[in-house]
C-alpha cells in the first residue's frame, strides 16, 4: 500500500483508554508470564494502531501545515496526547509490578523495563494540561516557521528555498539572502520570544511539580539517557572545546582562503569554494534514481529497502510553500513503512538530507520483528549513529550525485561534520543555561548564548547585522524549541559515526557487519549497550574524541581544497 492510500481515523480516545484499561486488569490478574506476553502483544498492537494514526497526521500536516484537516487533527492529538501517555503510564506500573518480571524480560529485553521506569518519572496526572500546553506550544512554532514568504529576487520563498541562495558564488546575493533570511526572524522576535518563554515556563512547571530541581533532571529522563548523566556531556563538551574547536579555526581560515575574501563574515558561511559549492546533478527524481543506484550497490538489504521506498511512495522531498521545514524519518509501524520528509532546495545538503534519514529508515525496518513500539527506534544518540554513518557509507556513490564535483562534497561533508561539533555542543550548553535560570529574560539568555557561542564557535562574525550580534541565531533552530536537550545527540552520535568511517576505509565489510548489528538491534539496549554491539567506543572515554579527530585531520589535510 502506498502512503497515499493510508487510512486515518481519528482514534476514540475513550474506547482506547478502556481497551486498554481491561487488558492492564487482565495482566495483573495472570496467573502465568505466558498469559501476560498475550497481553503485552495485544497491548502493543493497539498502541501501535493509535500511535501510526498520530504519525500519518503529523506527516501529512507538516507536508502541508495550511491544510485545515489535518491542522484540525494535530490539535486534536496534542490534547489527546498526553492522555494517551496516562494509558500507557498505567501499563508501566502493572509491567513493572509483574511477578513474572525475570521471565518478561527474557522475553522482551531489559531495556522496555528501563523505559518503562523511566517513563513513570516523567508522568502524572496533575500534569496533563501542562503537556496539552506544550504541545500545542510546540505546533505554534512550527507552523509559525512554515507559514513564512520571504520576498527575494521576484519571489517569495520560504526558509528552505532562500536557503538555497547562501550557497551563492556572488558574495552581495549572499548577502542579501542572509539579510533578508535575519530580517523574517527579526519581525518575528517578540513573538518566538513569547512561545519559547512559556515553552520555558511550562516545562518548568511540569519538572516542579513531578519533583525535580529543574527541567534539566526531567529532560535527561525524558530522552531515556539511563547509563549516562550531565556530568558526562559536560565532560564531552570541554573534550570538544578543547580538541575540536582549534582545529575548526583552521577549517574555516581554509575556507576564507579558498573564496578568497579579506574577512570571513557570517553570510560566507556556507560558502565553501570560489568556483562554487558542490550541486547535485539532475532533478530530484534523478537523484532518487540514483539514490536507488548507490543502495543496490552497498547491500541487498539497502537496495530492497530503498526500492520499497520508491514503490510504496514513502518520502516527500521537494521543499514548496506550507510545508514545514528540516527533515525526518517517522516510522508507521501499522503499515510497517518508514517514510523520509526532507525540503530539496537544490543544494548539497539535498543529498545530506536523503542519506541521513534514508538511515532511518533502513534501521527501522531492520528492527522490525522486535514489534515492541519502545524499540522502533533507539534513544536519540544511538538513532543518530545509524543516519550520520550511512552518511558516510555513501561517499563511494557520491560521483553518482555530484560528477566531477565529488571531491568538493566530500571535502565539504567531512569539514561540516566537524564544525557541526561545537555547534552541537553550545546548543546543548546554552540549554543546560535556560532551564537551570528559567526565570531569566528573553534578554538575559540572548546574553548567555552569545557568550557560550563565542566560547565553541569563535570564528562567528556578525559584523553589521545586530540581530544576530544580540544573539538570536538560536531563534532559527527548531530542536531547541520542540525537543529540548535533543541537540547533543547528534554530536555523541557523530563521534560514533567517525569510528564506523575509519573501519569502513579499513574494512568495509566488518564496517558493514557491525552496522547491520547497530541497526538491527533497534532500540532494545540502551546507549552504551548499543555500541558494545557495534563495536564502538564511547564519546564520553576520556581520550576518545582526541583521538578520532586526529585521523579525520589527516584525511581532510591530504586534500588540496585550494584547487577544487
Known amino acids: ?50 500511535e501510526s494514526a498520530g504519525h500519518i497526521v503529523y506527516i501529512r500536516n507538516t507536508i502541508d501545515t495550511t491544510d485545515p484537516f489535518y491542522k484540525e487533527e494535530q490539535d486534536f492529538l496534542d490534547e489527546a496526547g ?34 518503562a521506569e523511566m517513563s513513570l518519572r516523567t508522568f502524572s496526572p496533575d500534569i496533563v494540561e ?39 558564488t556572488n558574495r552581495e546575493t549572499r548577502k542579501k539572502a542572509s539579510e533578508a533570511r535575519t530580517a523574517y526572524f527579526a519581525e518575528q522576535e517578540t513573538r518566538l520570544d513569547d512561545i519559547f518563554d512559556r515553552l520555558v515556563k511550562v516545562r518548568t512547571e511540569i519538572a516542579r511539580k513531578l519533583g525535580y530541581r529543574n ?13 549516562y548523566n550531565a556530568a558526562n556531556v559536560a565532560n564531552f563538551r570541554e573534550q570538544v572545546r578543547q580538541f575540536i574547536v582549534p582545529i575548526t579555526m583552521t577549517l574555516k581560515e581554509r575556507q576564507r ?20 559549492n558542490a550541486k547535485p546533478k539532475g532533478d530530484p527524481d534523478q537523484i532518487v534514481a540514483n539514490a536507488l543506484k548507490m543502495y543496490s550497490g552497498l547491500s541487498p538489504e539497502t537496495g530492497e529497502f530503498f526500492s520499497m521506498m520508491i514503490d510504496r511512495e514513502l518520502m516527500d522531498l521537494l521543499s514548496k510553500e506550507g510545508k514545514a521545514g528540516g527533515g525526518y524519518c517517522a516510522m508507521i509501524g501499522k503499515y510497517k513503512a518508514p517514510f523520509i520528509f526532507a525540503n530539496f532546495n537544490g543544494t548539497y545538503s539535498d543529498i545530506d538530507v536523503l542519506t541521513h534519514e534514508a538511515g532511518h529508515a533502513f534501521q527501522a525496518l531492520s528492527s522490525w520483528d522486535y514489534k515492541v513500539p519502545e524499540y522502533e527506534f533507539p534513544t536519540a544518540e544511538a538513532g543518530e549513529i545509524h543516519s550520520m554513518t550511512m552518511e558516510f557509507f555513501a561517499y563511494p556513490w557520491m560521483d553518482l550525485f555530484f560528477q566531477e564535483d565529488e571531491d568538493k562534497y566530500k571535502f565539504n561533508h567531512m569539514s561540516n561534520a566537524v564544525l557541526f561539533l561545537p555547534n552541537g555542543a553550545a546548543y546543548d550548553e546554552f540549554q543546560h543555561f535556560v532551564y537551570e535560570y528559567p526565570e531569566a529574560s ?46 547533543i545527540d547528534y554530536a555523541l ?33 540502551s546507549f552504551l549497550e548499543l555500541l558494545e554491539i557495534g563495536n564502538l567506543n564511547s564519546p564520553f572515554a576520556d581520550g576518545c574524541v582526541e583521538g578520532l579527530i586526529g585521523d579525520i585531520e589527516r584525511w581532510l589535510d591530504r586534500i588540496e581544497d585550494q584547487h577544487l
Open 215 to 227: 527541567f534539566v533532571e526531567l529532560g535527561y529522563v525524558r530522552m531515556n539517557r539511563s547509563d
Open 82 to 115: 498526553p492522555i494517551y501517555q496516562g494509558m500507557v503510564t498505567r501499563y508501566y506500573k502493572a509491567l513493572l509490578g509483574s511477578g513474572f518480571r525475570s521471565e518478561l524480560e527474557q522475553q522482551w529485553g531489559k531495556q522496555l523495563f528501563r523505559i
Open 257 to 276: 582562503q579558498r573564496i578568497g575574501v579579506d574577512v570571513f563574515r557570517y553570510y560566507d558561511d556556507a560558502f565553501y569554494f570560489k568556483t562554487g
Open 1 to 50: 500500500m502506498k502512503f497515499q492510500d493510508f487510512v486515518y481515523r481519528r482514534p476514540d480516545i475513550r474506547d482506547l483508554e478502556g481497551k486498554l484499561n481491561e487488558l492492564v486488569l487482565k495482566f495483573e490478574a495472570a496467573d502465568s508470564s505466558e498469559d501476560q506476553h498475550a497481553i503485552i502483544a495485544e497491548i502493543n498492537e493497539l498502541r501501535r494502531d493509535y
Open 493 to 525: 552520535a557523530r563521534m560514533c559515526s567517525f569510528q564506523l568511517w575509519q573501519k569502513a576505509n579499513a574494512d568495509p565489510a566488518a564496517a558493514w557487519s557491525d552496522y547491520l548489528a547497530l541497526c538491527k538491534a533497534g532500540g532494545s539496549r
Open 130 to 168: 501542562l503537556l496539552q500546553r506544550e504541545n500545542k506550544l510546540s505546533s505554534e512554532f512550527t507552523r509559525l516557521l512554515a507559514s513564512a514568504k520571504i520576498p527575494f529576487e521576484g519571489e517569495e520563498r520560504n526558509l528552505s528555498q532562500l536557503a538555497t541562495f547562501a550557497h551563492s
Open 442 to 487: 528573553p534578554a538575559d539568555r540572548k546574553r548567555a548564548w552569545r557568550e557560550i557561542e563565542k566560547k565553541y564557535v569563535p570564528y562567528r562574525n556578525y559584523e553589521g547585522n545586530d540581530f544576530l550580534e544580540r544573539g538570536n541565531v538560536w531563534l532559527q533552530n527548531g530542536h531547541v524549541f520542540t525537543i529540548p536537550f535533543y541537540y
